[in-house]
C-alpha cells in the first residue's frame, strides 16, 4: 500500500529553527509537496521537489532523497504566523497526490 | 500562479437537504479538478476526480449517488451533497493541477459544511 509518515505534531520557539520530516512508500514518484495549511483554511503551496537534493526558498527549505524515501520541510527563524499544519504529499505514478496526515506545528514565544 | 475558487466558504443546511458546492478555475482551463474531504485534525482524503464531459471518477468507499459531480465545462466543476445528514458536516476542498505543468495542484478555499 501507500504510505507518508510524518510526525503528528511538534513545538518550537519563535526566532529558531524546526525541521519537519517526512517518510514515503508510495507507487512510483513525480515529486514530493509541502504544503502549509492553517486551520480553516485550503492548502497553500511551499514547495515541490522532484530531484535529490535541497531547494531553498526564502525561510523555507525543502530537502529529498529519493533513494531513503525522506523528505524534511526546514523552517528558519519561525514567526508565529508559521504556526500551522504542514502536510506532505506525493504525487504517485499515475499522478495522483498521497497525502501524510500533516504536522501541526505549534509557535512559542 | 494559477487561481481556484470554490464556494460557498460555509454553509449550514438542514438534515435531508442538498447542497451544491462550485469550484472554478479562473484564469486558467482544467480538464481534471479533484474533490477532497478533510475532517478535524486529518490529511486530506480524496473522494472524486473530476473529469471535463465524462463521469467522475470515484475512491472505494464514496457514494457516488450521495455525492454527485458535475464537470460540465473546462472552468467549472460542482459537488452535490444529497439528503445531507450531520455526519456528512465536513470541510470539502476541490483542486486543480497547474497548466504548465502537470504537478503542482492549486486548491479552493474550501468549503465548511454544517448539517443540522
Known amino acids: 500500500g501507500q504510505n507518508i509518515d510524518q510526525p503528528t505534531e511538534m513545538t518550537a520557539t519563535e526566532g529558531a529553527i524546526v525541521q519537519i520530516n517526512c517518510t514515503y512508500q508510495?507507487?512510483?514518484?513525480?515529486?514530493l509537496f509541502w504544503y502549509q495549511q492553517h486551520a480553516g483554511e485550503a492548502p497553500t503551496f511551499l514547495s515541490y521537489?522532484?530531484l535529490d537534493g535541497l531547494e531553498e526558498k526564502g525561510r523555507f527549505s525543502s530537502f529529498l532523497s529519493r533513494s531513503k524515501g525522506y523528505s524534511y520541510l526546514l523552517l528558519k527563524e519561525l514567526q508565529m504566523k508559521d504556526s500551522a499544519s504542514y502536510l506532505c504529499?506525493?504525487?504517485?505514478?499515475?499522478?495522483?497526490?498521497?497525502w501524510g496526515a500533516g504536522t501541526k506545528l505549534i509557535i512559542k514565544p | 500562479g494559477a487561481v481556484v475558487s470554490q464556494h460557498p466558504s460555509r454553509v449550514i443546511c438542514k438534515s435531508g437537504t442538498s447542497v451544491k458546492i462550485e469550484c472554478r478555475s479562473l484564469?486558467?482551463?482544467?480538464?481534471?479538478m479533484f474533490w477532497y474531504r478533510q475532517f478535524p485534525k486529518q490529511s486530506l482524503m480524496l473522494m472524486a476526480t473530476?473529469?471535463?464531459?465524462?463521469?467522475?471518477?470515484?475512491e472505494q468507499g464514496v457514494e457516488k449517488d450521495k455525492f454527485l459531480i458535475n464537470h460540465a465545462s473546462l472552468t467549472l466543476s460542482t459537488l452535490t451533497v444529497t439528503s445531507a445528514h450531520p455526519e456528512d458536516s465536513s470541510f470539502y476542498i476541490c483542486?486543480?493541477?497547474?497548466?504548465?505543468?502537470?504537478?503542482?495542484?492549486?486548491f479552493g478555499q474550501g468549503t465548511r459544511l454544517t448539517v443540522v
Open positions: 483542486s486543480a493541477h497547474s497548466p504548465d505543468s502537470n504537478t503542482e495542484a492549486f
Open positions: 484564469d486558467f482551463q482544467a480538464t481534471t
Open positions: 473530476s473529469n471535463e464531459g465524462s463521469k467522475a471518477t470515484y
Open positions: 508510495t507507487s512510483g514518484f513525480n515529486g
Open positions: 521537489n522532484v
Open positions: 504529499a506525493v504525487l504517485d505514478s499515475n499522478y495522483q497526490l498521497i
